[in-house]
């Protein structure tokens, strides 16, 4: 067996196929608080202000799509300023500009690839960051160790390892980029073509589309996708199935009156936050509840440990 085959075995076997249940897409009336109970739900919204379980953190500087490394001990986002890629412990303190925007390039959401050595296969750790940049409007995904110091980020490949009838993928066009699990894998979304797509450093032909939307978000094991698609004039929260042949695909939020937007895991991969004009909403992954506005403030989700 082909050294190539093992890996491809071994994280077979490591995934398993978990497929979430649907659940009613209306608000529960009253439960909207600005102070929620500590969960680890953080938002950011372009200030210097971020909320971190209820309260206001100031981070010194304005920044924008705020995300957190899967330990929690640093954060990564954006700055208002410059647009430049930063890290930061999680108050904000011991800013690095992990790479410069060089200008006329909008950079957003950044998300950390993170995965520990395989000595079997002789791969090293990883402490990544993916993020994408607009240039003219053209997207590309780009690549950064996050340790780095005012370093210039490299383009993300796609389809350097290539089954035989594998299709070629757009290199542009590429945004929202969220990494998740053991293997380097990471889903993102292409504007031109309006659907998400799989990608990961050793399977899969570093890339493979799977579905209508966008605003994709990995979950923590690398198993499952929770994403927006639109029905019937309402965005929706869709999850989908990434292993095994059938990609079952779920609405979490049908019969949805609300939008529901830049959806997010919890660590545990129990429960998805995502913005609504009212707020932050959250649903059980398994659908096991309706959804919940639980904070007021309104911004972009995330999760820290």
């Known amino acids: ?22 659940s009613v897409a209306l ?18 919204n372009g200030t210097k202000y971020v909320v971190i379980n209820g309260k206001s ?5 304005p920044l924008r799509d705020l995300s957190w490394s899967p330990d929690g001990s640093k954060a990564a986002f954006i700055d208002g300023t410059n647009g430049s ?11 690095t500009v992990v790479a410069r925007n060089p200008g ?45 110091h005012n370093s210039k980020p490299t383009v993300l490949s796609l389809n350097t390892y290539s089954d035989d009838d594998a299709k070629p993928l757009p290199q542009t066009g590429n945004v929202w980029p969220s990494a998740g699990g053991s293997y380097g ?32 978000a990995l979950s923590p094991n690398g198993e499952e996708v929770v994403f927006v698609r639109s029905v019937d004039g309402h965005n929706h929260l869709f999850e989908l199935d990434i292993n095994g042949q059938q990609h079952t695909v779920k609405d979490l939020t049908p019969g949805a009156t609300a939008n529901y937007v830049q959806p997010t895991w919890s660590p545990d991969g129990k429960t998805i936050a995502a913005r609504t004009t009212g707020g932050i909403a959250t649903v059980p992954a ?10 007021t403030s309104t911004g972009m989700p995330a999760f820290r440990r």
Not at 2 to 11: D, F, I, N, P
Not at 85 to 95: A, E, H, I, T, Y
Not at 194 to 215: C, N, P, W
Request: hydrophobic share 40%; charged share 15%; proline share 5%.
């Open 1 to 22: 067996m082909s050294a190539r085959t093992r890996l491809r075995s071994a994280a077979s076997i490591a995934l398993t196929t978990v497929v979430a249940t649907s």
């Open 27 to 44: 608000l529960t009336a009253g439960a909207a608080s600005a102070a929620t109970a500590p969960n680890g739900l953080t938002i950011s």
């Open 57 to 61: 953190v100031d981070f010194g500087t």
């Open 85 to 95: 890629l930063v890290v930061s412990n999680p108050d904000g303190s011991g800013k």
């Open 104 to 148: 006329g390039q909008i950079w957003s959401h950044p998300t950390w690839q993170v995965t520990a050595a395989v000595p079997e296969y002789r791969l090293p750790a990883k402490n990544n960051i993916i993020f994408s940049a607009d240039k003219g409007g053209v997207s590309t995904l780009l690549r950064m160790v996050a340790t780095a």
């Open 185 to 216: 894998s990471a889903v993102y979304a292409n504007s031109n073509t309006g659907e998400v797509f799989i990608r990961d450093d050793y399977l899969r032909q570093q890339g493979a589309a799977t579905t209508k939307g966008s605003q994709p």
């Open 286 to 295: 398994d659908g096991s509840a309706k959804p919940t506005l639980v904070s």
